[in-house]
């Protein structure tokens, strides 16, 4: 408001002073100054474009623009005008894209195709028997212009303008804008009249491939005409209807149809009704509540909550997230949530904050699910608690930190938890921790069982831990990563076309556990590239070079001869 109010004032003393030299300027050497434009101010956090009031130009502005507006009555409405400019990378894009083809089947036929609009100017608008005229009003020179202009009922005029050669002062002419009839929907709300809370209605679009082009060209300009439903149409929020009086979506982009979800109150959706839409048309629908929730329009519930730290007293959240919203969680760890739906299943998410240095104490984040039952009504109380880590931790010496350090390249050495169930078999399981520490890694886990970690100096080369059991009274248990053998088994990829060793060929090879990232290299002037040592019964490969791809798995060979032999 201050700012405002400072801005404000500066105006004042602006044209206070104008006025003054005015009274005392001399005789102008010229009387042919184009019409006072308004100045565009950028705005940096809306959807919605905004624009200042009208002040005083100076009169060598240079570029302006105007268009005439052609219509049935006076023109009683708004304009805008928007200059388009090509972003930075997109032009040398576009000079590359015409050195190399010399006919493009698809995207933009022309550099001025990608120029998009940064910020909308009001711009004066002039009524005349049949329509009116837009501007002059002040441009920057740029490579494409749009106009629009739309009157309460949602009547648009529209352009998009190339002016060509680009002179730095002088009028611009837009042409002649054709009035275009609003298109989209109205809606009657039947059934709801005696029923509390607001209806509302979630639109779905259904476009037309063959005008898919002109209808996402138009949807920006329909914004600027009905902001809260261009909003809508984005973002796929619901729309509030009436209950007492039709509900008038419009104007729509020119589809062929859309899909209308009505959303109860309660949150619960009936639908879908698809309207085919027709150009210029605004198509009355009644969407009746009846047939569209033959189950009720649901109920919902109060939820009062507490989510705490394991088996504490102290709060385990900063805030609760749903699709629907979020909610603070105070000292405590108490929350409420009102109108969360009583016929289906709402998970929501615990946000705990941002973890400091060292083994966090809890997950950051964990998911509760809330699953209502037919006895539950009004306020229904829970009580979530967020589990506490458990940690393994990997221990080793000096020496065998060193050795994997000399044999590992980022983003090895991996880390990979293993768990071994009553079968007696390992397989992988996801944790959501691995912390550094000075002598190994911590890793976190969640329940009791027995554990082990693999160590991965690559995807193919890895060897676990000691094992340990994680009792139900446990917190931190040690495992420990003995030296890896001094020599082992190491294998090698010789890459050949026709006979001859490729140079720079690409290689890629995987392992066992598809969860650790790929090793990347490039072939010797030999055609040769190193793996090391393999320890993985599987290596899947893929090698391209010489214009060609061989796609296997070399494990077989890398154990009968140490040598994967790929012929592209």
């Known amino acids: 408001m201050r700012l405002k109010q400072g801005l404000v004032g500066m105006l004042v003393v602006v044209l206070v002073g104008v006025g003054l030299w005015m009274l005392l300027r001399p005789e102008p050497a010229s009387p042919l100054v184009p019409p006072s434009p308004p100045v565009s101010v950028r705005v940096e956090d809306a959807s919605v474009p905004e624009v200042a009031l009208p002040v005083e130009a100076v009169a060598d502005a240079g570029l302006w623009l105007t268009a ?4 049935a009555h006076p023109f009683a409405g708004e304009a805008r005008v928007g200059a388009a400019f090509v972003i930075e990378g997109d032009e040398g894009w576009w000079e590359e894209e015409k050195r190399q083809k010399t006919i493009s089947l698809v995207g933009p036929s022309s550099l001025e195709d990608l120029a998009n609009v940064r910020e909308w100017m009001k711009a004066p608008a002039t009524a005349s028997s049949q329509g009116g005229v837009v ?3 002040a441009v920057p020179p740029a490579p494409r212009y ?8 949602g009547t648009f005029w529209w352009a998009d303008f190339v002016p060509g050669s680009l002179p730095k002062t002088g009028t611009l002419d837009a042409g002649v804008l054709r009035a275009n009839r609003p298109t989209g929907v109205s809606i009657r709300l039947d059934g709801a009249r005696n029923m509390e809370g607001t209806f509302s209605v ?12 002109r209808a996402s060209a138009l949807q920006p300009m329909l914004a600027l005409v009905n902001p809260d439903l261009g909003w809508a149409l984005v973002n796929r929020s619901p729309v509030p209807l009436s209950p007492d009086a039709d509900t008038r979506l419009a104007p729509l982009p020119p589809d062929r149809a859309v899909r209308l979800w009505l959303r109860a109150p309660s949150g619960r959706e009936g639908g879908p009704v698809e309207v085919r839409l027709r150009e210029g048309t605004v198509t009355p629908v009644t969407l009746d509540v009846a047939r569209l929730f033959p189950e009720g329009v649901g109920r919902s519930v109060t939820l009062r909550g507490r989510v705490l730290l394991g088996n504490s007293s102290r709060s385990g ?7 629907g919203g979020e909610e603070p969680v105070d000292g405590e760890g108490r929350f409420t949530i009102p109108d969360v739906p009583a016929w289906q299943t709402t998970r929501f998410n615990v946000y705990r904050g941002m973890k400091g240095e060292g083994r966090p104490e809890a997950p950051s984040m964990w998911d509760f699910d809330f699953t209502p039952t037919e006895e539950m009504q009004g306020v229904v109380d829970v009580e979530w608690r967020v589990p506490l880590y458990r940690w393994l931790v990997v221990r080793m010496d000096g020496f ?9 390249v980022p983003p090895y ?12 078999l390992w397989s992988a399981v996801p944790s959501r921790e691995f912390v550094p520490e000075e002598d190994g890694m911590a890793v976190s886990l969640l329940e009791p069982g027995t554990y082990r970690v693999q160590v991965a100096s690559a995807p193919y080369a890895s060897r676990p831990s000691s094992v340990a059991q994680m009792g139900a009274d446990d917190t931190s248990v040690d495992v420990r990563l003995s030296p890896a053998p001094s020599a082992g088994p190491s294998c090698e990829v010789h890459v050949t076309h026709q006979g001859r060793p490729v140079a720079g060929a690409l290689v890629m090879v995987g392992g066992k556990y598809r969860s650790m990232p790929p090793m990347r290299g490039e072939t010797d002037s030999a055609g040769h590239w190193r793996l090391g040592a393999v320890t993985s019964d599987v290596l899947p490969m893929f090698v391209q070079g010489a214009g060609n791809e061989w796609e296997g798995d070399g494990a077989e060979a890398c154990r009968r001869s140490g040598v994967v032999e790929v012929r592209l």
């Open 135 to 137: 501007g002059p009003v």
């Open 413 to 424: 050495p991996v880390y990979l938890l293993e768990r071994r169930d009553a079968q007696g």
């Open 400 to 408: 065998t930190r060193a050795q994997l350090k000399e044999r590992t």
């Open 317 to 323: 959240g900063r805030m609760v997230s749903w699709p």
């Open 68 to 71: 005439t507006l052609e219509g």
């Open 202 to 213: 979630r639109i779905e679009r259904d476009v037309d491939p063959h005008d898919a082009e």
């Open 146 to 153: 749009q106009v629009v202009a739309f009157e309460p009922d």
